[in-house]
C-alpha cells in the first residue's frame, strides 16, 4: 500500500475499499465516465468522449495554477502584500477576453470565469494570511 | 426582442476599429499580460507568468469545450432529446472528482467549476432549442 501524498489527500472521500488501484473508482475507470450511453446516437457518445477529455486536461490545468497560485498566496503572506491585486487582474481580464476573443469563446464568459477562478485564489490566500500571522 | 447571434457569433463585441489587426487589442500585445509589475519579486513575476500560460491554455480548452457542447445542443435538438441529462452529469463530476484527486485539487472545487460549466452550456441549449422550435 503506498503511502498517501501531501496535498492529493484532500478530499479523499472513496470511503470503500480500493482495492482496485489509484485508476478505478467504485468500478469506474477513469477512461469509461460515459456509463450508459446506450441508445444514444453514434455522434453524441463521439462528442461527450471529446467533451470528457477536454474535462480531464481542464481539471490538470487547474490543478496547475493553484499550485502556482498556492506559491504566489505563500510569497505574498511572506512580504506582507495584499492577496488581491485589482490592477494584475484588470489586465488579466483584458488579456483572457482577447485571447477569448480569438479563440471563438465569448468574452463575458471568460471573465466570468477568470473572476470564479479568482474568487476560489482570494479565499485560498486569505487562509494562508490568517495562518501565517498565527 | 433583439435578435440574439447565434452561438458561433458569440463574443464578436469589439465594436471599435480592428485596424490593429488579430494579435493586439487596444495597443496590447497577448504575450505582455503583466503590464507593470515593476517593483514586484521576481519569484512573483516568474509565478504569474506561468499562471498567465496556463489562463490561456485554460480559455483555447474551454472554446474547443463549447464547440463540442454546441454540437450536442444541436444534435439534441434536432433529434428532441432534453438540453439537460442529470444522469450524465452525475457521472462527469464522479469522474472529474476523481481526476482532481489523483491531481492534487480540491475535488469540491472541480465539482463546482464543472456546474459553472454546465449552467453555460444549458443555457446553451436552451438557447438553440428555443430558437428550433420557431
Do not use: C, W, Y
Not at 480531464?56 to 502556482?68: G, N, P, Q, S
Amino acid at each position: 500500500m503506498p503511502a498517501r501524498r501531501g496535498p492529493a489527500r484532500r478530499g479523499l472521500d472513496r470511503g470503500h475499499g480500493e482495492g482496485s488501484g489509484p485508476h478505478t473508482i467504485a468500478g469506474m475507470t477513469r477512461g469509461e465516465p460515459s456509463g450508459t450511453d446506450a441508445g444514444m446516437p453514434p455522434e453524441l457518445i463521439r462528442l461527450r468522449s471529446s467533451i470528457d477529455n477536454i474535462d480531464a486536461a481542464l481539471v490538470h490545468l487547474l490543478a496547475e495554477r493553484f499550485k502556482a497560485t498556492q506559491q504566489v498566496g505563500e510569497l505574498k503572506a511572506a512580504q506582507g502584500l495584499p492577496p488581491a491585486d485589482p490592477a494584475r487582474e484588470e489586465r488579466q481580464i483584458a488579456r483572457l477576453r482577447a485571447l477569448a476573443h480569438d479563440a471563438g469563446l465569448d468574452p463575458q464568459f471568460a471573465e466570468k470565469f477568470l473572476n470564479f477562478i479568482i474568487a476560489e485564489v482570494i479565499r485560498h490566500h486569505e487562509a494562508i494570511a490568517a495562518h501565517s500571522t498565527d
